[in-house]
């Protein structure tokens, strides 16, 4: 049973426009939230986290919103980039545990 | 560049041969780990290690070893190989609290 759920594998957005990429999850233990993007033939790439005790984590561009009673995040990209074309993958942690969790990813498409 | 390197790039195997993959970091990391991507699947944990001479089982274990003999290095071992573990597998490390950092994978086909 998947634990991390991005039911939207692709998306397509227009440059300048806002980006909105979701992650569900099932499990209320998760208390720590990460975005990974990951270019063809490359590693994914640490892009934000957020902790359960906060709502929102803004850095540049980028905003992680997080609704732990909907057990659900959201990435927000502000303006999309043409370079923001990538797989974007939601991840969660157990403060109890070690791994992360991943979502099956959602590949982003920004169109110039 | 500084990071998590891992070798070989590709590889081919026929169903049935032994190889071995390499990680290597040197960012003194603690925690380093083995996954998996498949189409459609995300990235699944092979195995872990949570500091040097230990090894524990991730989400997708069968048919794969690991050894962690040194801090810096990790490796995956698969005994015989088979189609099955067609796969992209990537390495990661982490200090702590931080995020993990990923090397750039090894794309692995078994005929």
């Known amino acids: 049973d998947q634990q991390v759920k991005q039911n939207s594998p692709s998306l397509s957005v227009q440059e300048g426009r806002i980006s909105i990429l979701n992650c569900d999850y099932t499990?209320?233990?998760?208390?720590?939230f990460l975005w990974y993007k990951k270019y063809p033939a490359e590693g994914p790439t640490f892009l934000i986290s957020?902790?359960?005790?906060?709502d929102k984590n803004e850095d540049g561009r980028f905003t992680v919103f997080l609704n732990k009673s909907a057990k659900h995040l959201s990435l927000h990209i502000v303006p999309s980039q043409p370079g923001d074309s990538a797989v974007y993958f939601c991840a969660a942690k157990a403060q109890a545990g070690t791994a992360l969790i991943f979502g099956k990813g959602t590949t982003l498409s920004v169109s110039s | 560049n500084a990071g998590v390197t891992q070798t070989p790039k590709f590889r081919v195997l026929k169903t049935g041969q032994s190889m071995t993959l390499l990680c290597a970091q040197d960012m003194n990391h603690e925690y380093m780990y083995w996954y998996r991507q498949d189409p459609g699947m995300g990235l699944r944990l092979i195995h872990y290690?949570?500091?040097?001479?230990?090894?524990a089982k991730g989400e997708v274990p069968d048919g794969y070893n690991v050894s962690r003999l040194k801090k810096q290095n990790f490796l995956l071992g698969l005994e015989s190989a088979a189609p099955s573990q067609t796969s992209v597998y990537f390495c990661a490390s982490r200090w702590g609290g931080q995020p993990q950092h990923f090397g750039d994978g090894t794309r692995l086909s078994i005929l």
């Open positions: 290690s949570v500091g040097e001479g230990t090894t």
């Open positions: 957020i902790s359960s005790i906060k």
């Open positions: 499990n209320s233990m998760f208390d720590y």
